[in-house]
T-cell receptor, first 112, second 114 residues
Framework: DQQVKQNSPSLSVQEGRISILNCDYTNSMFDYFLWYKKYPAEGPTFLISISSIKDKNEDGRFTVFLNKSAKHLSLHIVPSQPGDSAVYFCAASDQGAQKLVFGQGTRLTINP | DAGVIQSPRHEVTEMGQEVTLRCKPISGHNSLFWYRQTMMRGLELLIYFNNNVPIDDSGMPEDRFSAKMPNASFSTLKIQPSEPRDSAVYFC????????????FGEGSRLTVL
């Protein structure tokens, strides 16, 4: 039972354009959401997060949008750079439970 | 500062053998998590500890899997007997108990069971 879903296994974007990665969740108790980035042979690293009291959080080229009514969040990367090529994981937590539930990941490839 | 340290980085074993994966969390972190990465399910939480005490092991696939945290600086994940379907990358992660967000991951242990 996948509570956090990333329905696109892969995404290819041209350098300089916008990358949009999507994530859906089913548990209405989730109130904190994060994106992690993973390079090959490395562990995931934290990228950006958003609390359920907000609908947008921005950090440089990265912006996360949260639509609570649709149980949907997205990560926007503008402009996309070759170094952004990686697997991106969406994660969610219910602060009472403290654990992070991850999605399946989306492999982003930025083409020169 | 040293990050989360996992060993071995790679393990190849035969079906039926015992496998032990090791993790040293970041000093001062009192929550430790074991995840497994597969293509189909992404990062699955297997078990997590707060202050060395297992809190939730509902993700542990079956009795062949066990995890311990004898002290604040060491944890093991054991698979006995191992099966080919256990082949995956196993990640350990840690954070402070009061931090509701960011986890710090190790580089993972890639397990191949033949």
């Amino acid at each position: 039972d996948q509570q956090v879903k990333q329905n696109s296994p892969s995404l290819s974007v041209q350098e300089g354009r916008i990358s949009i990665l999507n994530c859906d969740y089913t548990n209405s108790m989730f109130d904190y959401f994060l994106w992690y980035k993973k390079y090959p042979a490395e562990g995931p690293t934290f990228l950006i997060s958003i609390s359920s009291i907000k609908d947008k959080n921005e950090d440089g080229r990265f912006t996360v949008f949260l639509n609570k009514s649709a149980k949907h969040l997205s990560l926007h990367i503008v402009p996309s750079q070759p170094g952004d090529s990686a697997v991106y994981f969406c994660a969610a937590s219910d602060q009472g439970a403290q654990k992070l539930v991850f999605g399946q990941g989306t492999r982003l490839t930025i083409n020169p | 500062d040293a990050g989360v340290i996992q060993s071995p980085r790679h393990e190849v074993t035969e079906m039926g053998q015992e496998v032990t994966l090791r993790c040293k969390p970041i000093s001062g972190h009192n929550s430790l998590f074991w995840y497994r990465q597969t293509m189909m399910r992404g990062l699955e939480l297997l078990i997590y500890f707060n202050n060395n005490v297992p809190i939730d092991d509902s993700g542990m696939p079956e009795d062949r899997f066990s995890a311990k945290m004898p002290n604040a600086s060491f944890s093991t994940l054991k698979i006995q007997p191992s099966e080919p379907r256990d082949s995956a990358v196993y990640f350990c992660a840690s954070r402070t108990y009061t931090n509701t967000g960011e986890l710090f991951f190790g580089e993972g242990s890639r397990l191949t069971v033949l």
